[in-house]
């Protein structure tokens, strides 16, 4: 199992939630995510997202685990590109300041 800590960028929202569990659909392994001491199979996202009620600021743990295209290293790609989106996904988009 390999997991994963950090603090969201941004707020979970449905069409993230759908995004995200599209991502985790490209891997065998088995991806959850937890916050506030709830936990979700990554694939379900699209139908319990506002279980977790993810804010900014909040603290997220990913695991990865069960892969087999090579065991063990599936999960970390898994992981790590799941991470990497899910921060893509909840960052807000930057503005440029008009003077």
Same mark, same amino acid.
């Given at each position: 199992? @390999?997991?994963?800590?950090?603090? =969201?960028? !941004?707020?979970?929202?449905?069409?993230?939630?759908?995004?995200?569990? =599209?991502?985790?659909? &490209?891997?065998?392994?088995?991806?959850?995510?937890?916050? @506030? !001491?709830?936990?979700? #199979? %990554?694939?379900?996202?699209?139908?319990?997202? /506002?279980?977790? #009620?993810?804010?900014? !600021?909040?603290?997220?743990? *990913?695991? %990865?685990?069960? !892969?087999?295209?090579?065991?063990?290293?599936?999960?970390? @790609? %898994?992981? #790590? /590109?799941? *991470? /990497?989106?899910? @921060?893509?996904?909840?960052?807000?988009? &930057?503005?440029?300041?008009?003077?």
């Amino acid at each position: 199992m @390999h997991f994963e800590e950090f603090r =969201a960028a !941004g707020a979970l929202t449905a069409d993230i939630a759908e995004d995200l569990a =599209a991502v985790a659909s &490209r891997y065998s392994s088995y991806l959850t995510i937890s916050c @506030h !001491g709830r936990t979700v #199979q %990554a694939l379900l996202l699209p139908v319990c997202w /506002d279980v977790l #009620q993810i804010r900014a !600021g909040d603290l997220i743990v *990913v695991t %990865a685990e069960r !892969g087999h295209r090579p065991p063990g290293e599936e999960d970390r @790609h %898994a992981l #790590q /590109d799941f *991470v /990497d989106s899910f @921060h893509q996904f909840t960052t807000p988009p &930057r503005t440029l300041a008009l003077r």
